[in-house]
């Protein structure tokens, strides 16, 4: 499926596209998570759906369609980074 259209279906509010889109990333997703940040089972679900209402509260903000892989990547890297530091403050 193309980025451009699943992304324009879902601002237009197709349910079944934001399915698609967790179906198609949820993987990538827990991947960062798991293998980059090392979070608990707890931890990493709590994060994942954060990382996905934070996708769905702010896809408006995403400039460029083409670069919705990578915008959350690292909307995922910042929840994460966020979730250390509030559970091991210095």
Do not use: K
Not at 9 to 24: I, Q, T
Not at 41 to 46: H, N
């Amino acid at each position: 499926m193309a980025t451009q259209s699943l992304v324009e279906r879902c601002r237009l509010g197709d349910r079944e596209a934001w399915r698609d889109l967790v179906e198609e990333y949820s993987r990538y997703v827990y991947a960062i998570i798991m293998r980059g940040y090392r979070l608990s089972e707890s931890d990493a679900e709590d994060v994942f759906q954060d990382v996905f209402a934070r996708v769905f509260e702010r896809l408006e903000t995403l400039r460029d369609d083409d670069a919705l892989r990578g915008w959350i990547a690292q909307v995922t890297r910042n929840l994460c980074a966020d979730h250390l530091r509030r559970s091991h403050p210095t």
